[in-house]
């Protein structure tokens, strides 16, 4: 693609690739369209994802910046790009559960969708190579992935996150039944401080639509369910954030609806 051949690449992951971006101490975030699940070992090409992905997560980081949660995004730049601050990736994906369900329901013996006593947070090292695996804050501290200040911030504003993002989906009618979020370290100066990095989106949270219970995440892939960028689709257009995606990139075939 001509677009991408005048820049340097930096980084490729599943999801996503990074270049450098056009002032020092940024990068720009391309979506792609592709999908993996269980480490990669379920794989395909879900047209308009990551166009959907790039908006979703765009609304998400913009309103969690405006409640004082401070993230990596500054700005998105076209249908599946955004500028964001390069940071520090902490190596760990942070999970928040409401409700059980996913491996949580599977290691503790639980039904799918049984309330939680409370919110649950939970830290997995990222290493694919390792499958993730969930560690606890023993590790984190011995092998020096994050500080005991860090992770306290990191808990905190992971509930933060949550408040937040459940009172934003239960407003348009969806259940956030969990998700996950990286954290970056933004140094200025001397100072240093996380910030929310990565995506928020379908991909990384658990939607069920509280009048249906149809899943409206990355479980539809994982589980074969069909329907993939059409349940992505439909939380966008719930957050009104689908206005100025249709014909524009998102390939396939398109709802158009007028907004009540
Ligand atoms: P889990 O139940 O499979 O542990 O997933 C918990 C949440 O984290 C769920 O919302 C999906 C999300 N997630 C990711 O974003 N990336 C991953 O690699 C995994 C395993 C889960
Ligand atoms: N993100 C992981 C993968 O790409 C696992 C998952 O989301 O299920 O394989």
């Known amino acids: ?130 499958g993730d695996p969930m560690v606890a804050e023993e590790h984190i501290t011995a092998f020096n992935w994050a500080t005991p200040q860090e992770i306290d911030d990191m808990m905190a504003l992971a509930l933060r996150i949550n408040d937040f993002l459940s009172g934003l989906f239960a407003g348009v009618g969806i259940k956030l039944v969990d998700f996950k979020v990286e954290f970056g370290r933004q140094y200025e100066g001397e100072l240093v401080r996380l910030v929310v990095a990565d995506e928020i989106s379908p991909d990384s949270c658990r939607l069920w639509d509280i009048a249906s219970g149809d899943i409206m995440d990355k479980d539809r892939f994982r589980k074969d369910l069909g329907g993939v960028t059409e349940a992505y689709r439909e939380v966008a257009r719930r957050l009104g954030v689908l206005r100025d995606v249709e014909g524009n990139g998102a390939k396939g075939p398109v709802l158009v609806k007028d907004e009540d």
């Not at 992951?13 to 940024?26: D, M, N, Q, R, Y």
């Not at 401070?70 to 955004?82: A, C, K, V, Y």
């Not at 990736?89 to 639980?110: F, H, M, Q, T």
Request: hydrophobic fraction near 40%; glycine fraction near 8%; charge should be positive.
């Open 1 to 130: 693609m001509m677009r991408m051949a005048r820049r340097k690449q930096i980084y490729e992951g599943k999801a996503k690739i990074l270049f450098e971006g056009p002032e020092p101490g940024t990068i720009i975030q391309y979506f792609k369209d592709d999908t993996t699940a269980f480490n990669n070992q379920k794989r395909a090409v879900l047209e308009g994802k990551g166009v959907l992905n790039n908006r979703i997560s765009e609304f998400i980081m913009v309103g969690l910046d405006r409640i004082g949660v401070p993230t990596h995004f500054i700005r998105r730049l076209n249908m599946r790009e955004q500028l964001v601050r390069h940071v520090e990736i902490v190596p760990l994906e942070v999970v928040v559960r409401n409700v059980a369900a996913g491996s949580l329901a599977k290691r503790l013996g639980l039904e799918d969708g049984a309330a939680l006593p409370r919110s649950i947070i939970e830290f997995y090292y990222k290493n694919d190579a390792l």
